[in-house]
């Protein structure tokens, strides 16, 4: 998967596409966090990836990722974007996936078990039509309503308006180095964490 933090002036985003086995990344809400210290030898627990990550030192704060929200496929899909205005009054909206429609799709299915999946359904009723009219067709078929696969990946995208950054890439305070990790559980209580990697530096030209 892909986590990207960037931060140009006043705004800065945070995207998180993470894919893997769900019965891993199990679907629900799952606690994301910095760590102190880099991934070694993929061990995400807190005895390789250290503390929390807290340069201000609030108590409960975590470092601010909050938690993603996991689909029934294991993926995660997060982006949230922060506009940072000390005059404005703090505060987020979200937006989740949209409900797609999913009906039926006809397919054709022939004599010998394959099937083939109608463009034209009314192209392919006269087609029929004209077959069954015809002694002994090899190529007939019958018209057959199949489920399409209708599921929705998560995806979520949230707003912040915030008085302060949510996070530096450069300085003392700078998040570069350190481990992101993503938690078994949602409650913010530190477990051994189910997928980790470290934040690196790079430019846009990368």
Request: glycine share 10%.
């Amino acid at each position: 998967g892909d986590i990207v933090f960037n931060s140009n002036g006043n705004t800065q985003s945070m995207q998180f596409h993470i894919k893997g086995d769900p019965k891993i990344i199990t679907e629900g809400i799952h606690g994301l966090h910095i760590h102190n210290n880099p991934v070694k030898r993929k061990d995400c627990s807190p005895s390789a990836t250290g503390d929390y990550f807290n340069p201000a030192g609030e108590s409960g704060m975590h470092h601010g990722l909050g938690t993603v929200r996991a689909g029934a496929r294991g993926e995660v899909n997060q982006i949230n974007n922060v506009n940072v205005d000390p005059l404005k009054e703090e505060g987020i909206s979200g937006v989740i996936e949209g409900q797609m429609a999913c009906m039926p799709e006809p397919y054709m299915l022939f004599q010998d078990g394959s099937e083939k999946k109608i463009i034209n359904f009314e192209k392919a009723q006269k087609r029929l039509e004209k077959l069954q009219k015809k002694e002994n067709p090899s190529n007939l078929y019958v018209i057959i309503l199949k489920e399409p696969d209708c599921y929705s990946p998560v995806s979520n995208q949230d707003t912040y308006t915030l008085h302060s950054p949510l996070f530096a890439l450069e300085g003392e305070d700078s998040i570069v180095g350190k481990s992101v990790v993503l938690q078994g559980n949602e409650d913010g209580n530190m477990d051994d964490g189910i997928a980790c990697c470290t934040l690196k530096l790079v430019s846009e030209e990368d």
